[in-house]
């Protein structure tokens, strides 16, 4: 959600004039994206913030700003903390940033403006997107959950679903530009409908979705166990493109945790879940989120999530310790759980999710996979003079190329040869190599931007840089 969230901020300014900062130029703004889900966030930012106020006061006329979910919570602590930023704006009111922006140069004094309900769908603004073969597609907005542990809820507000028309629209002008994957996205996406009224838009959504020309792959992201209904699993089965992956946030493995929490399932209803999905799709991969030492976990609820890990083979886990959010019920709940405690805990979760995730990937060993080939997934690629990508479960894959020259966006059959706990290996030469309307698009954007830019007239005002500053040593 963020990453789609900053597509559109990059969008909203690139449609006001402003311009990527090329590589190693000091920009003339900054934007912050923030999360509030973790604890460090706030740390984080700040220490950002504090990083920039040398080079701003170096360099004339930059700007700040702030937004996202810490800003919509921490408001104009931001500016009391910071005064050198000069825009704080929050989840609700990506639009106005521009203005923002301008009034503060305007005024020379900052701006900090929210909106307390949504004011634009952000799939309505402008985007620049970060790949042209593979996007992030809103269909919601908001939570109508009150988990004990979220604050999301308080800053992104009730749910708001688009139109299914609307959706589909705008996936069929992304098939039109060359993309042939998108993930839809919600904090809750399989409840959407709720709005409108209809208990089966999402499976309807994805049955809707096989029917487009030119998409491939589709994926979503995160359903919530109380609203997975058997409907979705069909849809996911019957429809080609929707993809054998499922992200199912577990978040523990404990009924007392999980009532705790507010989360409307039991761990009965959890594995149930999971046994129709596989029953459905059965190379479906499972991945999911965990939380460890939530307050009042006991070591005996903390080893029936062990057990539940155990019994549900999950291929990868999300895994976090708790942290204190303010403003949430689960701040001021007793029996906090000691630090010491949570890392010890945290600790064996790791080491278990690591070991069947290992003996997971272990039987994709001799498999053919049909890999999307992604640029900037394998962080070792140069070096192993490999290419990497992502199976159609979702598993990461690092493959040989061997003499073929497949780009981005294309599409590769594969054999894996072998196999690690976060990713598979295919070394053998590659048994296909489909080139894509996708791979064409990312072709096109690299030629556009070795293009030299032309020579502006002398009497036009020079744009404005939008990046992120480096200090060099």
């Not at 690092?398 to 054999?415: A, E, K, L, Q, Y």
């Not at 053998?428 to 931007?449: H, I, M």
């Given at each position: 959600m963020n990453v789609h969230d900053s597509e559109r901020v990059a969008g909203l300014l690139e449609d006001a004039g402003y311009e990527r900062a090329p590589a190693g130029e000091t920009p003339d703004l900054v934007v912050f994206n923030t999360c509030a889900v973790r604890e460090n966030a706030a740390d984080r930012l700040y220490g950002n913030l504090g990083h920039l106020l040398p080079i701003k006061k170096a360099h004339k006329g930059m700007q700040i700003a702030v937004g996202g979910c810490l800003a919509q919570m921490e408001r104009r602590k931001i500016t009391d903390r910071a005064p050198w930023v000069d825009v704080v704006y929050g989840t609700h009111n990506i639009g106005a940033l521009p203005k923002l922006l301008e009034r503060a140069r305007e005024r020379q004094e900052a701006q900090v403006e929210f909106e307390e309900t949504l004011t634009t769908f952000p799939s309505l603004l402008p985007a620049r997107r970060q790949s042209p073969y593979s996007a992030w597609v809103s269909i919601s907005v908001g939570c109508n959950n009150t988990c004990t542990f979220c604050i999301v809820p308080s800053l992104r507000g009730k749910e708001k679903d688009r139109r299914p028309g609307d959706i589909l629209e705008e996936i069929r002008a992304l098939t039109d530009e060359g993309v042939l994957e998108v993930t839809l996205l919600g904090q809750n996406v399989n409840s959407y409908g709720a709005e409108f009224g209809d208990k089966t838009a999402f499976s309807k959504l994805l049955s809707a979705c096989g029917e487009i020309d030119g998409l491939e792959r589709v994926r979503f992201t995160s359903p919530h166990p109380r609203d997975f209904t058997d409907d979705v699993i069909e849809a996911m089965r019957d429809t080609p493109n929707v993809m054998p992956s499922l992200h199912m946030p577990l978040q523990s493995g404990s009924d007392a945790v999980l009532k705790a929490m507010r989360r409307a399932y039991r761990r009965d209803r959890y594995l149930a879940i999971l046994d129709n999905v596989r029953t459905h799709i059965p190379h479906a991969a499972i991945t999911t989120d965990i939380i460890v030492g939530f307050p009042g976990e006991t070591e005996e609820d903390f080893a029936q999530t062990l057990d539940l890990v155990n019994q549900a083979r999950f291929s990868s886990a999300f895994t976090f310790q708790y942290s204190i959010r303010e403003g949430t019920p689960a701040a001021t709940m007793p029996d906090q759980v000691p630090r010491e405690v949570v890392q010890e805990r945290y600790d064996r979760l790791v080491a278990l999710v690591e070991q069947i995730a290992t003996e997971e990937n272990a039987k994709q060993d001799g498999n053919i996979v049909e890999v999307l080939v992604a640029e900037g997934e394998g962080r070792k690629d140069a070096a192993t003079h490999r290419l990497s990508g992502r199976?159609?479960?979702?598993?990461?894959?690092?493959?040989?190329?061997?003499?073929?020259?497949?780009?981005?966006?294309?599409?590769?059959?594969?054999?894996?040869?072998?196999?690690?706990?976060?990713?598979?290996?295919?070394?053998?030469?590659?048994?296909?190599?489909?080139?894509?309307?996708?791979?064409?698009?990312?072709?096109?954007?690299?030629?556009?931007?070795?293009?030299?830019?032309?020579?502006?007239?002398?009497?036009?005002?020079?744009?404005?840089l939008l990046g992120m500053p480096v200090l060099r040593s």
């Open positions: 199976a159609r479960d979702n598993r990461l894959v690092h493959f040989s190329p061997h003499d073929t020259t497949p780009r981005p966006g294309d599409i590769v059959t594969t054999r894996v040869t072998s196999t690690a706990p976060h990713y598979l290996r295919a070394d053998d030469a590659p048994l296909e190599v489909r080139r894509t309307r996708a791979g064409d698009a990312w072709e096109a954007r690299q030629r556009a931007a070795a293009a030299p830019v032309p020579e502006a007239p002398s009497d036009t005002p020079a744009p404005v």
